[in-house]
């Protein structure tokens, strides 16, 4: 398995933690754009876990219909429910945590849907995804929300912003910096993934000797937390001679350029057959 990226989301005053997965994050791109015209926003059921600790991680998550307007949400429970029951008989530990929805924050209508998932689990997890790309980035964003009450009578739903964490292996997150752009004029290639890891490597390299610098010179204090991690980091590296890490790293590279041309020649191949084919079917 490879390593691994987090990214700390902004958080709010509460201390719930949700943990997202990129495939998540796709799928709710991906049923964004096969929205029908009409809709300006896609709702849907997010599935997953909760640990003993509290830290909500969102697994899975599925579209569901629906059709809103300025004073009015209506979802289709019969479809949310046949779905849900579906991704039971796949994985019967994933259960509903909460809802997303691909917009830019929290609207007037949410609390009306977050009433509904409320009915389904406790305290779920309200989700947003800016697929509209309003600064030029993606906003990813994660609420829980508390219930406003006069007596006995329950007014509104106020949402707090929680601390949302991204975890990425290192091939997710050449795919989630594409997907923060509005455009790309191609996607890299398996040598251009490999050179923007090994810069993105290097980069926290020079932030972990920068930081080792300025705690042996004594411009900060140190942190045991940071040093056991560094050490953990550390001792998790192979001992190995420079000259037999280049001799591996070079035949791995090989290996790739190998396979890359032997995938290019194939494709060459049965396009020029079909062509071929095609010519002889018109003589």
């Known amino acids: ?5 987090m990214l700390h989301l902004p958080s709010g005053p509460t201390g719930v933690i949700a943990k997202l997965h990129p495939t998540v994050m796709f799928n709710i791109c991906d049923s964004y754009i096969r929205r029908n015209d009409q809709q300006e926003r896609v709702i849907g059921t997010l599935l997953g876990a909760v640990s003993t600790d509290g830290i909500v991680e969102i697994r899975n998550s599925y579209a569901v219909p629906h059709n809103e307007s300025s004073d009015q949400v209506a979802v289709d429970i019969d479809y949310h429910r046949s779905m849900f029951e579906l991704h039971q008989r796949v994985n019967p530990k994933e259960v509903i945590i909460g ?14 849907i977050q009433d ?9 997890v309200h989700l947003t995804i800016d697929t509209m790309f309003s ?3 993606t906003s990813i964003k994660a609420y829980v929300s508390t219930s406003l009450t006069l007596g006995e009578r ?39 993934g490999l050179e923007q890891s090994i810069g993105r490597l290097q980069n926290m390299i020079e932030v972990v000797f920068r930081y080792t610098d300025d705690v042996v010179e004594g411009r900060i ?10 050490l953990e980091t550390i001792s998790m590296v192979p001992k190995i001679a420079p000259e037999a890490f280049d001799r591996l790293f ?17 494709r060459t191949q ?7 084919n095609s010519a002889a079917q018109i003589l």
């Open 116 to 124: 509904f998932y409320a009915r389904e689990v406790t305290n779920p």
């Open 250 to 266: 070079n035949d791995s590279i090989q290996d790739l350029l190998l396979v890359v041309y032997l995938a290019n020649l194939t």
């Open 221 to 230: 204090l140190p942190d045991n937390t940071i040093g056991r991690y560094l």
């Open 135 to 137: 600064d030029e980035t």
């Open 99 to 112: 809802w997303y929805s691909t917009s830019s924050g929290v609207s007037g209508s949410d609390a009306l």
């Open 270 to 276: 049965l396009a020029l057959a079909e062509k071929l």
């Open 1 to 5: 398995m490879g390593s691994s990226t």
């Open 154 to 192: 329950q007014l509104a739903a106020q949402f707090h912003e929680i601390q949302l964490d991204l975890r990425l292996l290192e091939a997710e997150r050449i795919g989630f910096d594409l997907l923060k752009k509005t455009m790309v004029e191609k996607l890299p290639s398996d040598l251009e």
